[in-house]
């Protein structure tokens, strides 16, 4: 179901320092823009309210998962909240087969091909590569030629609408989305004319 949803739409929405009272605004607009996939990094206030709240406010094709996982505790945490997604910053084997072991999608950070496929091994269901800035297209490109057919590559870390070409271009099919999309602070309306621009980039690029 994750692939899916990145089918529809390859951005994934991290809502780092999101508060409880504002998770249903922006979540609203989010999914309105058209995005399937939220996140809410577990280092930002109260994220469990926050998870728990999007997930009972957004329909149930719109995956709401964790950011920052970095426990199995979390892992069991995040669950409870109704998360279905795991996003680590790294790729903890213990944190990976917890989420596993909970039936939740998975989506560990990797910066070498040995995390790659460490994580693939594991269950990974796509892969994050972080920090985007530092590996650049070049990079995904020399990946995707050696790594399983159909792995899904997620950049994270100073994408904009404007340079997601190279990465496409290089065969990235998602995005994970931080301050570029989501300051704390915003106004969901602000939020909205954000999550409109990288989605009207992501169309027209495909």
Known sequence: MLKQALAQNGLIAILRG?????????????YAAGFRVIEVPLNSPSPYESIRILRK???ADCLIGAGTVLTPEQVELVKEAGGQVIVMPHSDAKVLRAAKAAGLFLSPGVATPTEAFAALAEGADILKL??????????????LAVLPSGTVLAPVGGITPDNMQVFIDAGVKGFGLGSGLFKPGMTPEQVAVNAKAYVAAWKALR
């Open 130 to 143: 972080f920090p985007a800035e530092q590996m650049g297209p070049a990079v995904v490109k020399a990946w």
């Open 57 to 59: 406010t957004l329909p």
């Open 18 to 30: 999101l508060h409880p009272q504002e998770a249903a605004a922006v979540g609203e607009v989010l």
